[in-house]
């Protein structure tokens, strides 16, 4: 038996998700469970709800203190993120 038109399975699974339009929602979905990794428990405990929406990230944090150093770090936090995931998946993130 001959193997003609072998592929990578992985490369077959993506091609998948792209056309059936499951990779954007599989990317926002890895992005959101990273956000304790990346921030780790002590920034995650002070976090009510995670969001997003046309590429932006909404973050509901319930101290003001926190609020402003995450504030302060958004941009470095867009990129950690991003990287996490493998993907660009938001531009920026707003903290309420």
Known sequence: MKKTN??????VILQYLR???LETPLNEHRLIQAWSTVLGPSVSRYTK???I?????FVT???AA???ELMMRRT???SRLNSQVGAQVITQIVLR
């Open 61 to 63: 944090v319930s101290s």
């Open 76 to 78: 470095e936090l867009v």
């Open 53 to 57: 929406y046309n590429q932006v990230l």
């Open 6 to 11: 072998a592929e990578n399975l992985g490369g």
């Open 66 to 68: 926190m609020r402003n």
């Open 49 to 51: 709800e995670l969001r």
């Open 19 to 21: 056309e059936t339009g």
